[in-house]
Nanobody
Framework: VQLQASGGGLVQAGDSLKLSCAAS????????MGWFRRAPGMEREFVAA????????NYAGSVKGRFIISRVNAKAVAYLQMNSLKPEDTAVYYCAADPIGSIWRTSKDEYAYWGQGTLVTVSS
């Protein structure tokens, strides 16, 4: 699975932004999809994950209630809708695919495939 993340940009605190992750290959629907982020000087951290059907989701506490992960298997695309953005959300955001298939696997080491990252900058 090859992944291409897009949609990052510069926004103000309180704004919304929607990231997309386009997958190539015909096995997209067989992978749990996740979003991670890496803030400057920090480790890459889990943001959200969605199961194969798109029904079950898991969020990091810092984004729960503000971010929404979704997927459209027919288009092989995953999304991260980010609302009420805060300056501390500033990071490079990565999408990732996990063939094992559990939304509770939140370690970056458990995801096999990665996109290149897209930068989100939130100004105060």
């Amino acid at each position: 699975v090859q992944l291409q993340a897009s949609g990052g940009g510069l926004v103000q605190a309180g704004d919304s932004l929607k990231l997309s992750c386009a997958a190539s290959g015909d096995t997209f629907r067989a992978h749990t999809m996740g979003w991670f982020r890496r803030a400057p000087g920090m480790e890459r951290e889990f943001v959200a994950a969605i199961n194969l059907s798109g029904v079950r989701k898991n969020y990091a506490g810092s984004v729960k209630g503000r971010f929404i992960i979704s997927r459209v298997n027919a288009k092989a695309v995953a999304y991260l809708q980010m609302n009420s953005l805060k300056p501390e959300d500033t990071a490079v955001y990565y999408c990732a695919a996990d063939p094992i298939g559990s939304i509770w696997r939140t370690s970056k080491d458990e995801y096999a495939y990665w996109g290149q990252g897209t930068l989100v900058t939130v100004s105060s």
